[in-house]
C-alpha cells in the first residue's frame, strides 16, 4: 500500500497535466489481474508473426484505443529506444503493444517509418479491451504488469520521469 500510495504522489507531482482521472485510473488499475487470454492476430510490421512468451518475466502492456491521435501519442521510437535499453541492460520485460483501431495500415506505417520492429497485437474486435475495462477515451493506457499479469505501475515512462523513476525501482537497477 505504502508503494501504491508513492506512485500516485510521484504521478501528481512529476507529469504535466495530471488530472483527477489520471488519478482515478492508477487507483483503479494498481493490483488488478489483467486477463491475456483473448485470441489477437500478431503482427510485425503488419505481417504475421508467432511470439512465444516467458512465464516468469514483466510485461509491459501498451493499449492503445482507437479514440484520438495515435500517430501523436504512440511515439513508436520512443518505445522502440526505450525496450532497447531494457534489451542492453538485460531487464527481463516482454513488451505487449495491444492496439484498437479503425485503420491499421496507418498504425503498419508508423511502425515501419520509426523501425518499431516489436510484435504488435491486433484487438481488431475490441475483445482485449473490453474483458479488461480500458477506459476506451483514453488513447494509450500503459501498465506494467508482474509474472502473475497483475498490475504493478500505471503510467508511459517514455512520457513522465516520475514513472520512469517507478520504473527504475520495480524493475532494479538504472533504466536510461
Same mark, same amino acid.
Given at each position: 500500500?505504502?508503494?501504491?500510495?508513492?506512485?500516485?504522489?510521484?504521478?501528481?507531482?512529476?507529469?504535466?497535466?495530471?488530472?483527477?482521472?489520471?488519478?482515478?485510473?492508477?487507483?483503479?488499475?494498481?493490483?488488478?489481474?489483467?486477463?491475456?487470454?483473448?485470441?489477437?492476430?500478431?503482427?510485425?510490421?503488419?505481417?504475421?508473426?508467432?511470439?512465444?512468451?516467458?512465464?516468469?518475466?514483466?510485461?509491459?502492456?501498451v493499449y492503445v484505443s482507437p479514440i484520438g491521435c495515435t500517430e501523436c501519442k504512440f511515439n513508436a521510437?520512443?518505445?522502440?529506444?526505450?525496450?532497447e535499453s531494457l534489451k542492453l541492460q538485460k531487464k527481463n520485460v516482454e513488451p505487449w503493444f495491444v492496439?484498437?483501431?479503425?485503420?491499421?495500415?496507418?498504425?503498419?506505417?508508423?511502425?515501419?517509418?520509426?523501425?518499431?520492429?516489436?510484435?504488435?497485437?491486433?484487438?481488431? =474486435?475490441?475483445?482485449?479491451?473490453? #474483458?479488461?475495462?480500458?477506459?476506451?477515451? @483514453?488513447?494509450?493506457?500503459?501498465? $506494467?504488469?508482474? *509474472? /502473475?499479469?497483475?498490475? =504493478?505501475?500505471?503510467?508511459?515512462? #517514455?512520457?513522465?520521469?516520475?514513472?520512469? @523513476?517507478?520504473?527504475?525501482?520495480? $524493475?532494479?537497477? *538504472? /533504466?536510461?
Amino acid at each position: 500500500m505504502r508503494k501504491f500510495i508513492y506512485c500516485i504522489l510521484v504521478l501528481s507531482f512529476s507529469s504535466c497535466g495530471l488530472s483527477t482521472s489520471d488519478l482515478y485510473e492508477a487507483y483503479r488499475w494498481h493490483g488488478n489481474e489483467i486477463d491475456v487470454e483473448t485470441k489477437m492476430d500478431v503482427k510485425v510490421f503488419g505481417k504475421d508473426t508467432v511470439v512465444h512468451f516467458r512465464d516468469d518475466s514483466y510485461k509491459l502492456l501498451v493499449y492503445v484505443s482507437p479514440i484520438g491521435c495515435t500517430e501523436c501519442k504512440f511515439n513508436a521510437y520512443g518505445w522502440k529506444l526505450f525496450l532497447e535499453s531494457l534489451k542492453l541492460q538485460k531487464k527481463n520485460v516482454e513488451p505487449w503493444f495491444v492496439v484498437n483501431s479503425y485503420n491499421y495500415r496507418i498504425f503498419e506505417f508508423m511502425c515501419i517509418d520509426n523501425h518499431f520492429d516489436y510484435p504488435i497485437y491486433y484487438d481488431s =474486435k475490441g475483445d482485449f479491451g473490453v #474483458t479488461n475495462d480500458f477506459n476506451f477515451e @483514453k488513447t494509450v493506457t500503459v501498465l $506494467l504488469l508482474d *509474472s /502473475l499479469n497483475n498490475v =504493478k505501475i500505471v503510467g508511459n515512462p #517514455t512520457a513522465a520521469p516520475g514513472v520512469m @523513476k517507478l520504473y527504475k525501482e520495480e $524493475l532494479g537497477g *538504472s /533504466l536510461q
